[in-house]
């Protein structure tokens, strides 16, 4: 069938995208479902720095690809092989699929599955190859997932339902931003009462991983980010303190767990040097593949500091998605306090000008109005 996408022609286009326009809104051919696969109609896909990353150029990918990782929307059709999804369904998509089989499957969470690795490195689906075509030559896919279209085949692995009554934003964003942000917090840093825990870097995933250590009553919660309107926020959410890098560092300020979500060295750097004697610095941000950071060894020996790698918030989707949905339901999880604006997909390269300059946390493109 013909669908509407953004497809990225070129990585590394100079910024504002608005007038370089590296994603074009076109019609291209998708596939029917085949065997273990789902067709869904797409409602909501969040505009996320992983997205930006490809766009500048820090995460090089197969391209032209059609762009997006954060979305949820509704089942149109199943392949042979699926029989716990029907057509009407509510889903919100993964962007690690899981094959369950490799070893790095049985880690309950804690490394990536090495097929699902593997295919999204290619721009493929778990099931090999791409089912993504425009005259005649094939587009690769994002994540598995390829979220900024008005509809998307994915791997049934890729896509976790969420039942009625949840609106398809707020399930866009439990998909990448609270399961990566969320996940570090209770798969990783996993507070104890009466603990502290820091957030350095505040954008969508930072944010998230704030309300999901706001949710435990018995934590004192810090954000930092050098960026005031964000630090703001923060406060709005509920952080007991708010500070920029330079200020909790004059402070003193130190956690006992804190969560590094910016995806830059000098965050990283600066979430090791908060982190308190006996505790654990958690890294979710994806800087480039060159960065380097700098840190004193004898600082993590003397002080019995640990520094723990989350991709994906160390999370098993089909577990933790669930977790937190339940979390929104009862009133815990206030994600929709997330959402700073909604874009219609023929306006993804502005949306992609906003996140550059910092002024929104997650953008919700809405790719049918």
């Known amino acids: 069938m013909l669908i509407t996408g953004a497809v990225l022609e070129t990585s590394g286009a100079p910024a504002p995208y608005r007038s370089s326009r590296p994603l074009t809104v076109c019609q291209v051919h998708l596939d029917a479902p085949g065997p273990h696969e789902v067709m869904i109609r797409i409602e909501a896909a969040g505009i996320c720095h992983s997205d930006l990353s490809v766009v500048n150029g820090d995460r090089p990918r197969p391209l032209p690809m059609l762009l997006g990782h954060e979305a949820a929307g509704v089942v149109e059709e199943v392949g042979e092989g699926v029989t716990d999804l029907r057509p009407g369904d ?19 969470g804690r490394v990536p599955c090495s097929r699902g690795s593997a295919s999204n490195a290619a721009g493929e689906l778990l099931g090999g190859g791409r089912r993504l075509r425009r005259e005649q030559a094939e587009i690769a896919h994002h994540l598995g997932v390829s979220g900024f279209a008005t509809h998307a085949v994915l791997h049934r692995s890729s896509l976790v339902p969420v039942g009625d009554g949840v609106p398809h934003d707020v399930a866009a964003l439990m998909g990448c931003a609270v399961l990566t942000g969320g996940g570090a917090v209770v798969n990783a840093a996993r507070p104890k009462a009466g603990s502290r825990l820091v957030v350095v870097g505040l954008g969508g995933v930072g944010m998230a991983a704030l309300l999901v250590a706001l949710a435990h009553d018995d934590v004192e919660v810090i954000g930092v980010d050098a960026n005031p309107a964000k630090l703001r926020i923060a406060a709005d959410l509920g952080a007991h303190a708010v500070h920029t890098p330079d200020d909790a560092s004059a402070a003193g300020i130190t956690g006992d767990a804190v969560v590094e979500a910016a995806g830059s060295a000098r965050a990283f750097e600066t979430a090791v040097a908060l982190t308190g004697p006996g505790g654990t610095t958690v890294t979710v941000g994806l800087p480039r593949a060159d960065a380097r950071a700098s840190i004193a060894p004898l600082d993590l020996v003397a002080g019995a500091r640990s520094i723990v790698g989350s ?6 989707p089909a577990r933790d998605i669930p977790r937190f949905v339940e979390m929104w339901r009862v009133g815990r999880l206030p994600v929709e306090r997330l959402i700073s604006g909604r874009v219609p997909l023929s306006r993804v390269n502005e949306g992609m000008d906003d996140l550059t300059a910092g002024t929104a ?5 809405t790719p049918h109005t």
């Open 90 to 108: 509510a889903v919100v998509a993964s962007f690690l699929p899981r094959c369950g089989e490799c070893a790095e499957c049985r880690t309950d």
């Open 361 to 365: 946390l997650r953008q919700i493109i």
């Open 311 to 316: 991709y994906l918030g160390s999370a098993v």
